[in-house]
T-cell receptor, first 114, second 111 residues
Framework: NAGVTQTPKFRVLKTGQSMTLLCAQD?????MYWYRQDPGMGLRLIHY???????AKGEVPDGYNVSRLKKQNFLLGLESAAPSQTSVYFC?????????????FGPGTRLTVL | SQQGEEDPQALSIQEGENATMNCSYK?????LQWYRQNSGRGLVHLIL?????REKHSGRLRVTLDTSKKSSSLLITASRAADTASYFC???????????FGRGTSLIVHP
């Protein structure tokens, strides 16, 4: 049982390049989330999904797109990376969000945009 | 905007001492959770306290919740070097059960 995994662990991009971060969970969770963590800012929600084929915007969605084609996977895309998107990105999942539920986090992806 | 705010931002103690960190929030909540993050890792859930509970224990952890003051505290007793980590409170409310995380308290426990 791997829990929540993220690919890649590290990435360096040049401004304007695109990339996709992959999150996978093997716990059959309905809900999945993408956060970014910046120094002194805590975690901020980018996008989330309440089930296969659904996505919704979080607190800081601009510059990102997401897709959830399969229940176990949640992809985060950067179409044209900007230095302001330099951050550590965390994926999380929970069984439900119809009540308070534990979130399970991946190990993170450290992204640097030059 | 972030719901919970932890205090202090940083805490440095000796092994064996108790560590107390606080979380304050602005609007009514459903429940409050505490998470721990070791350096370079993802967050790990520690404890959940419901809005109708006042105190909860889990091993060396004690969490209190005062909804009248809109605040919570996390007490780690007899701290160990392995407790060195950042601690975050997460609250949900306003019709949503998706938690909002604070900025965290960085705890360093010196051996």
């Amino acid at each position: 049982n791997a829990g929540v995994t993220q690919t890649p662990k590290f990435r360096v991009l040049k401004t304007g390049q695109s990339m996709t971060l992959l999150c996978a969970q093997d716990m059959n969770h309905e809900y999945m989330y993408w956060y970014r963590q910046d120094p002194g800012m805590g975690l901020r929600l980018i996008h989330y999904s309440v089930g296969e084929g659904t996505t919704a915007k979080g607190e800081v969605p601009d510059g990102y797109n997401v897709s959830r084609l399969k229940k176990q996977n949640f992809l985060l895309g950067l179409e044209s990376a900007a230095p302001s998107q330099t951050s550590v990105y965390f994926c999380a999942s929970s069984y439900t969000a119809r009540r308070t539920d534990t979130q399970y986090f991946g190990p993170g992806t450290r992204l640097t945009v030059l | 905007s972030q719901q919970g705010e932890e205090d202090p931002q940083a805490l440095s103690i000796q092994e064996g001492e108790n560590a107390t960190m606080n979380c304050s929030y602005k609007t009514s909540i459903n429940n409050l959770q505490w998470y721990r993050q070791n350096s370079g890792r993802g967050l790990v859930h520690l404890i959940l306290i419901r809005s109708n509970e006042r105190e909860k224990h889990s091993g060396r952890l004690r969490v209190t919740l005062d909804t009248s003051k809109k605040s919570s505290s996390l007490l780690i007793t007899a701290s160990r070097a392995a407790d060195t980590a950042s601690y975050f409170c997460a609250t949900d409310g306003g019709g949503s059960y998706i938690p909002t995380f604070g900025r965290g308290t960085s705890l360093i426990v010196h051996p």
